[in-house]
């Protein structure tokens, strides 16, 4: 790689790197710490801050509530990351066997990535609405009733599918890329040895791609714990009993409809030390496991 | 250009180069710090000397939460208001009442704010304790009568002896019905129940028969249950729902255990269906659609349901339910306009205009007409009865009915005054939900009380 | 406890014996692939279906599937869409704003890329790993600090404010990185040897062998942009500079009032799906290209 270092000037280097270091630091280091520090405050509108050293943090380490809160939200994290992640592979593996017709199922599994959360949320809404949904009808005839307003576990499934199908797009791209990148001649000599179907996928392909999935993994998991909010808002409110409270709608919420800053703050902090955590743990498992090319 | 020597190359860059990407760099950061300093240079000069705000624009700028048909009536008004009197209005939508509050709060920590900004009834305890509004009272002009609110309305938004914030579209929940599905299953659309038994044997007729999928439906908004508490004469909370004083109690009297066994054997009957949390399209629908022969919701739907059902059914309004066959009366609910303190003096005077502008009687006829918000002054209602509005159009009329009708000394019939109001909103809600598909009533309500006093006490302490 | 063992193990195998079987008959194999994706397809695609359909509808109250024929209202709900409540001037406020992100970040993260690839730098990995980092800060992690600052340098309700904040990409940086290092050393070395100066280098050797990533990298971003949804709602106050994504709401109507949209709001909604989804259509093939993840 320092073959490539062609470049010494550290000013140059400097001037490069400035405008990506400064906006980093200005717009997002710099009130992330503003952030940290308003964690440590009971902070809302019209009052003045009022410091209270670690109370909040004291107030969530002993509210179940909190606990539970982060109990589905890291099996929320697993679910979607597992799920996307498997319905992709397989669909991906499906369109790289096809002869013909790739480009319109490429198209087909990955537009709703250019969809917005919001929407989506609207429209898994209409079709899975307990009375109203369009699915609901044909669902409840083959014997499962649909009541996730009412019934928690529910809930928490309609939103997992629906952060599952939202981000299916994303990671179908990353992963055609990826399989497109497995030489044909692999594929053509692990087929003459009898090696077929599924069995190429998991034990020759899956190695292979290894490190986009590694990234994979990363990116869904930043997805579930991050981006999730719009679906928990739009849907079911954090409800019902708490079930779909998960971490980022519970801040969002603390924040932005509460205007409880300080604490919202510390959900924040919390929130980005969890993550972090299991980005760590993500990192040296698949350390471990991943395979790199010559 | 110089080669440079070894191969690697030093670390030089070409003087022609250094020179191109300092001036980028230069114009760059230029560019952002001059703007930066215009930004703050632009802020904090307000068009009066010492005015703590300054205005957003020129024009009077009106943050509310109308969207849709609501909101091009907004616009109209406005342009009618130019078209009067010179003065120029943008109305600007700001998506939901909360986001209305949040800009707003935001607003006074950055120092542009606007000329009036419209907050639900809810969120009226969090604006006046900034302590950065002035009422209405004093802005209005003074040939403006303040006694030409009804009294109800006017009550929920004077504080200490004045009117703090301009009502505008205001409202209350009433029960629609479906006159067709009635008479279908043997009810008299014309004697619609008024108690919780009531809607319970009206439900029943209608499911039994298979008239109808479910009986009745509501959003699942607070709303809803603080009408159960006003028609029973009970407040919510404590001090006169906070008027008389901080609010440190949620509480429970025996009419709200009846109510939540009521709702759940509704429920668990399927009398009853849950659209989901402050559903309010969903619950229309499912109405609209005839999957549920009565609808609990805001006055304000009238107009949208009479274009809904057209063709399809007959819709008719009736009362809200109550608990018992008490009924004092109901809470008020919607948004009002208020102005915040500070700004230059003389804004003042055209924002006083506008105000009387929007309270005028055409206006408010011609508001209520258009989105079915109760109007508010005497004369406006004096003016719709001598076109005989409200004969032709009944289902107007119930709201209004019912509003009359309330006992207005009633602490209950006041809206509850809080600060954590969306707080203890959500409380409500959740809670609400998870009592009706639980075992044990009771404690599911206490669960309910115990929660809203901490968000209570955390706010207040 | 071994020899129980034996019997899920026997059973493992014929399983996978049959599952091989079942995917190698040759005809019924083919076949078979495309129906399974038919099926994963439109499952994924139907919300799409719903949406398109009920955006054609009068109301759009839709419960069933046999609800789901399009409408005649199309015409009708978009241009209300378009030209009542001016959602035309939502949508050109987000074109402006995603093409001005596009810009900023194609043009600073190429730079910042070119710096950690071909710069000498010091403490290298740390700098990578602080542009890398800001992936863990999020909008929600720090919009209310951010808004504060944003209001303290003037910049609210204006375009700086929703295209500076977003300046800074780490994924692009990443995707850039992982798209030079993949450029032979040669090139370069044979490039330094012939005295180009960065910005020549930049101009005549990077960019030209990097426009599927360019390309590709460009159509994210968009997306991105173009979806934002959270920043521009607390940050814009006037309709006039507000986003198509914030100014669905608009459409929304006043629920309170029984304002029943569905189909408006569906209309506003496939007018805000457009864009991203037709730049991601014609530019598959690049998008497609800048996500393989070179091998280190």
Same mark, same amino acid.
């Given at each position: 790689?320092?073959?490539?270092?062609?470049? *010494?000037?550290? /000013?140059?280097?400097?001037?490069? /790197?400035?405008?990506?270091?400064?906006?980093?630091?200005?717009?997002?280091?710099?009130?992330?710490?503003?952030?940290?520090?308003?964690?440590? #405050?009971?902070?809302?509108?019209?009052?003045?801050?009022?410091?209270?050293?670690?109370?909040?943090?004291? !107030? =969530?380490?002993? *509210?179940?509530?909190?606990?539970?809160?982060?109990?589905?939200? &890291?099996?929320?994290?697993?679910?979607?990351?597992?799920?996307?992640?498997? #319905? !992709?592979?397989? &669909?991906?593996?499906?369109?790289?066997?096809?002869?013909?017709?790739?480009?319109?199922?490429?198209?087909?599994?990955?537009?709703?990535?250019?969809?917005?959360?919001?929407?989506?949320?609207?429209?898994?809404?209409?079709?899975?609405?307990?009375?109203?949904?369009?699915?609901?009808?044909?669902?409840?005839?083959?014997?499962?009733?649909? *009541? +996730?307003?009412?019934?928690? +576990?529910?809930?928490?499934?309609?939103?997992?599918?629906?952060?599952?199908?939202?981000?299916?797009?994303?990671?179908?791209?990353?992963?055609?890329?990826?399989?497109?990148?497995?030489?044909?001649?692999?594929?053509?000599?692990?087929?003459? *040895?009898?090696?077929?179907?599924?069995?190429?996928?998991?034990?020759?392909?899956?190695?292979?791609? !290894?490190?986009?999935?590694?990234?994979?993994?990363?990116?869904?998991?930043?997805?579930?714990?991050?981006?999730?909010?719009?679906?928990?808002?739009?849907?079911?409110?954090?409800?019902?009993?708490?079930?779909?409270?998960?971490?980022?709608?519970?801040?969002?919420?603390?924040?932005?409809?509460? #205007?409880?800053?300080?604490?919202?703050?510390?959900?924040?902090?919390?929130?980005?030390?969890?993550?972090?955590? =299991?980005?760590?743990?993500?990192?040296? =498992?698949?350390?471990?496991?991943?395979?790199?090319?010559? | 250009?110089?080669?440079?020597?070894?191969?690697?190359?030093?670390?030089?860059?070409?003087?022609?180069?250094?020179?191109?990407?300092?001036?980028?760099?230069?114009?760059?950061?230029?560019?952002?710090?001059?703007?930066?300093?215009?930004?703050?240079?632009?802020?904090?000069?307000?068009?009066?000397?010492?005015?703590?705000?300054?205005?957003?624009?020129?024009?009077?700028?009106?943050?509310?939460?109308?969207?849709?048909?609501?909101?091009?009536?907004? %616009?109209?008004?406005?342009?009618?208001?130019?078209?009067?009197?010179?003065?120029?209005?943008?109305?600007?939508?700001?998506?939901?009442?909360?986001?209305?509050?949040?800009?707003?709060?935001?607003?006074?920590?950055?120092?542009?704010?606007?000329?009036?900004?419209?907050?639900?009834?809810?969120?009226? @305890?969090?604006?006046?304790?900034?302590? @950065?509004?002035?009422?209405?009272?004093?802005?209005?002009?003074?040939?403006?009568?303040?006694?030409?609110?009804?009294?109800?309305?006017?009550?929920?938004?004077?504080?200490?002896?004045?009117?703090?914030?301009?009502?505008?579209?205001?409202?209350?929940?009433?029960?629609?019905?479906?006159?067709?599905?009635?008479?279908?299953?043997?009810?008299?659309?014309?004697?619609?129940?008024?108690?919780?038994?009531?809607?319970?044997?009206?439900?029943?007729?209608?499911?039994?028969?298979?008239?109808?999928?479910?009986?009745?439906?509501?959003?699942?908004?607070?709303?809803?249950?603080?009408?159960?508490?006003?028609?029973?004469?009970?407040?919510?909370?404590?001090?006169?729902?906070?008027?008389?004083?901080?609010?440190?109690?949620?509480?429970?009297?025996?009419?709200?255990?009846?109510?939540?066994?009521?709702?759940?054997?509704?429920?668990?009957?399927?009398?009853?269906?849950?659209?989901?949390?402050?559903?309010?399209?969903?619950?229309?629908?499912?109405?609209?659609?005839?999957?549920?022969?009565?609808?609990?919701?805001?006055?304000?739907?009238?107009?949208?349901?009479?274009?809904?059902?057209?063709?399809?059914?007959?819709?008719?309004?009736?009362?809200?339910?109550?608990?018992?066959?008490?009924?004092?009366?109901?809470?008020?609910?919607?948004?009002?306009? $208020?102005?915040?303190?500070?700004?230059?003096?003389?804004?003042?005077?055209?924002?006083?205009?506008?105000?009387?502008?929007?309270?005028?009687?055409?206006?408010?006829?011609?508001?209520?007409?258009?989105?079915?918000?109760?109007?508010?002054?005497?004369?406006?209602?004096?003016?719709?009865?001598?076109?005989?509005?409200?004969?032709? %159009?009944?289902? $107007?009329?119930?709201?209004?009915?019912?509003?009359?009708?309330?006992?207005?000394?009633?602490?209950?019939?006041?809206?509850?005054?809080?600060?954590?109001?969306?707080?203890?909103?959500?409380?409500?809600?959740?809670?609400?939900?998870?009592?009706? %598909?639980?075992?044990?009533?009771?404690?599911?309500?206490?669960?309910?009380? @115990? @929660?809203?006093?901490?968000?209570?006490?955390?706010?207040? %302490? | 406890?071994?020899?129980?063992?034996?019997?899920?193990?026997?059973?493992?195998?014929?399983?996978?014996?049959?599952?091989?079987?079942?995917?190698?008959?040759?005809?019924?194999?083919?076949?078979?692939?495309?129906?399974?994706?038919?099926?994963?397809?439109?499952?994924?695609?139907?919300?799409?279906?719903?949406?398109?359909?009920?955006?054609?509808?009068?109301?759009?109250?839709?419960?069933?599937?046999?609800?789901?024929?399009?409408?005649?209202?199309?015409?009708?709900?978009?241009?209300?869409?378009?030209?009542?409540?001016?959602?035309?001037?939502?949508?050109?406020?987000?074109?402006?704003?995603?093409?001005?992100?596009?810009?900023?970040?194609?043009?600073?993260?190429?730079?910042?890329?070119?710096?950690?690839?071909?710069?000498?730098?010091?403490?290298?990995?740390?700098?990578?790993?602080?542009?890398?980092?800001?992936?863990?800060?999020?909008?929600?992690?720090?919009?209310?600090?951010?808004?504060?600052?944003?209001?303290?340098?003037?910049?609210?309700?204006?375009?700086?404010?929703?295209?500076?904040?977003?300046?800074?990409?780490?994924?692009?940086?990443?995707?850039?990185?992982?798209?030079?290092?993949?450029?032979?050393?040669?090139?370069?070395?044979?490039?330094?040897?012939?005295?180009?100066?960065?910005?020549?280098?930049?101009?005549?050797?990077?960019?030209?062998?990097?426009?599927?990533?360019?390309?590709?990298?460009?159509?994210?971003?968009?997306?991105?942009?173009?979806?934002?949804?959270?920043?521009?709602?607390?940050?814009?106050?006037?309709?006039?500079?507000?986003?198509?994504?914030?100014?669905?709401?608009?459409?929304?109507?006043?629920?309170?009032?029984?304002?029943?949209?569905?189909?408006?709001?569906?209309?506003?909604?496939?007018?805000?799906?457009?864009?991203?989804?037709?730049?991601?259509?014609?530019?598959?093939?690049?998008?497609?290209?800048?996500?393989?993840?070179?091998?280190?």
């Amino acid at each position: 790689m320092s073959k490539r270092e062609v470049f *010494d000037s550290r /000013l140059g280097a400097a001037l490069l /790197l400035l405008p990506t270091i400064v906006v980093s630091f200005l717009f997002l280091y710099y009130p992330a710490a503003l952030a940290v520090r308003t964690s440590f #405050f009971d902070s809302t509108f019209g009052r003045s801050d009022e410091f209270i050293g670690i109370e909040n943090y004291v !107030s =969530l380490a002993t *509210d179940p509530g909190y606990r539970f809160s982060l109990a589905i939200t &890291v099996l929320f994290g697993l679910l979607v990351v597992a799920g996307v992640m498997v #319905f !992709s592979l397989y &669909v991906t593996f499906l369109i790289h066997e096809v002869d013909y017709g790739e480009s319109v199922y490429l198209i087909s599994a990955i537009w709703p990535y250019a969809l917005p959360p919001a929407v989506a949320a609207l429209v898994f809404t209409f079709i899975i609405h307990p009375t109203l949904g369009v699915l609901t009808g044909p669902i409840e005839s083959l014997g499962f009733a649909v *009541d +996730w307003f009412n019934t928690g +576990w529910q809930a928490f499934v309609v939103i997992t599918v629906a952060a599952i199908w939202k981000q299916i797009g994303y990671n179908v791209i990353f992963m055609v890329a990826a399989m497109n990148n497995i030489p044909e001649a692999l594929t053509e000599t692990a087929e003459l *040895d009898g090696v077929s179907g599924l069995r190429r996928l998991i034990s020759i392909y899956i190695p292979i791609m !290894s490190p986009t999935l590694f990234f994979l993994v990363i990116i869904n998991t930043i997805y579930a714990f991050f981006s999730t909010f719009a679906f928990v808002d739009l849907m079911t409110g954090g409800g019902p009993s708490s079930s779909t409270n998960i971490l980022i709608f519970d801040l969002y919420q603390e924040g932005f409809s509460f #205007f409880n800053f300080g604490m919202a703050s510390t959900k924040s902090v919390l929130l980005f030390i969890i993550v972090g955590i =299991l980005m760590y743990i993500q990192f040296q =498992l698949t350390e471990e496991y991943s395979h790199y090319g010559a | 250009m110089p080669a440079s020597d070894s191969p690697l190359g030093n670390a030089d860059m070409s003087d022609d180069t250094r020179r191109s990407v300092l001036r980028g760099a230069a114009t760059l950061l230029g560019a952002g710090s001059m703007t930066a300093l215009a930004g703050c240079a632009g802020g904090g000069d307000g068009s009066g000397g010492d005015s703590q705000f300054s205005p957003i624009a020129e024009e009077l700028t009106v943050w509310h939460a109308m969207g849709g048909e609501n909101g091009e009536t907004l %616009n109209q008004i406005a342009s009618d208001f130019e078209d009067e009197t010179g003065t120029a209005v943008n109305m600007e939508f700001q998506d939901s009442y909360e986001n209305v509050l949040t800009n707003t709060l935001a607003a006074f920590d950055s120092g542009n704010v606007s000329d009036m900004l419209q907050v639900d009834s809810l969120f009226a @305890q969090q604006v006046l304790d900034t302590g @950065q509004i002035r009422s209405v009272e004093e802005i209005l002009p003074d040939d403006f009568d303040a006694d030409a609110f009804l009294d109800n309305v006017a009550d929920f938004f004077t504080i200490d002896g004045e009117l703090s914030s301009m009502p505008f579209n205001n409202s209350n929940a009433i029960m629609y019905i479906n006159r067709d599905a009635f008479e279908e299953a043997g009810l008299d659309p014309d004697d619609p129940p008024t108690t919780i038994e009531g809607v319970r044997a009206a439900s029943e007729a209608l499911v039994n028969q298979d008239v109808t999928e479910f009986g009745i439906t509501w959003p699942n908004h607070v709303w809803f249950v603080e009408h159960f508490y006003s028609f029973e004469g009970e407040t919510m909370l404590n001090n006169e729902n906070g008027h008389s004083g901080t609010p440190t109690e949620f509480r429970t009297p025996d009419a709200v255990y009846d109510l939540y066994e009521w709702w759940k054997g509704m429920s668990d009957d399927e009398l009853y269906t849950n659209p989901g949390i402050e559903a309010w399209g969903e619950a229309t629908s499912l109405f609209v659609e005839e999957r549920v022969g009565m609808l609990m919701t805001s006055t304000g739907s009238a107009g949208g349901l009479i274009a809904d059902t057209e063709g399809v059914f007959d819709v008719d309004a009736s009362p809200h339910p109550s608990i018992s066959d008490t009924r004092v009366g109901p809470v008020i609910g919607g948004a009002s306009f $208020y102005v915040p303190d500070g700004l230059p003096e003389e804004r003042y005077e055209d924002i006083g205009q506008l105000l009387a502008f929007m309270a005028d009687p055409a206006v408010q006829v011609d508001w209520h007409k258009q989105t079915g918000y109760y109007p508010i002054t005497e004369s406006s209602i004096e003016e719709l009865e001598s076109e005989n509005w409200f004969e032709e %159009n009944p289902m $107007y009329a119930t709201a209004l009915e019912q509003l009359q009708a309330a006992e207005t000394d009633n602490p209950a019939t006041s809206r509850i005054l809080v600060g954590p109001a969306r707080a203890v909103q959500t409380t409500v809600q959740n809670k609400s939900v998870e009592i009706i %598909n639980s075992d044990d009533i009771a404690s599911g309500i206490e669960a309910m009380k @115990q @929660q809203a006093e901490e968000e209570l006490d955390s706010y207040y %302490n | 406890m071994a020899g129980i063992l034996q019997y899920p193990k026997r059973w493992i195998r014929t399983t996978r014996r049959r599952t091989d079987a079942f995917f190698s008959t040759a005809g019924i194999e083919r076949i078979g692939v495309h129906v399974q994706l038919v099926v994963l397809v439109s499952l994924v695609l139907f919300p799409i279906v719903v949406a398109a359909v009920v955006s054609t509808k009068g109301v759009g109250i839709v419960t069933s599937v046999s609800d789901l024929l399009p409408g005649s209202y199309a015409a009708e709900n978009y241009r209300e869409a378009l030209v009542d409540y001016n959602f035309g001037r939502f949508m050109l406020n987000s074109l402006v704003m995603s093409v001005v992100i596009v810009v900023g970040k194609l043009a600073v993260s190429v730079l910042a890329a070119m710096a950690i690839v071909y710069y000498r730098v010091p403490y290298k990995d740390l700098v990578f790993l602080f542009i890398l980092f800001t992936l863990m800060l999020p909008v929600p992690v720090r919009f209310v600090p951010l808004f504060q600052l944003i209001n303290d340098l003037g910049w609210g309700n204006t375009l700086l404010a929703i295209t500076v904040p977003y300046i800074a990409s780490a994924t692009t940086v990443f995707i850039l990185r992982q798209h030079f290092l993949s450029i032979p050393s040669s090139i370069v070395e044979n490039a330094k040897i012939d005295g180009i100066g960065p910005v020549k280098f930049m101009l005549y050797v990077l960019i030209p062998m990097s426009k599927g990533v360019l390309v590709g990298v460009s159509i994210i971003m968009f997306v991105f942009a173009w979806n934002q949804y959270l920043w521009p709602l607390i940050i814009i106050d006037s309709q006039a500079n507000q986003v198509a994504q914030v100014g669905l709401a608009l459409l929304e109507g006043d629920v309170q009032s029984g304002e029943l949209a569905w189909a408006l709001v569906m209309a506003g909604s496939m007018l805000t799906l457009l864009p991203p989804l037709l730049l991601m259509i014609v530019f598959r093939k690049p998008l497609l290209n800048t996500f393989s993840i070179q091998q280190k």
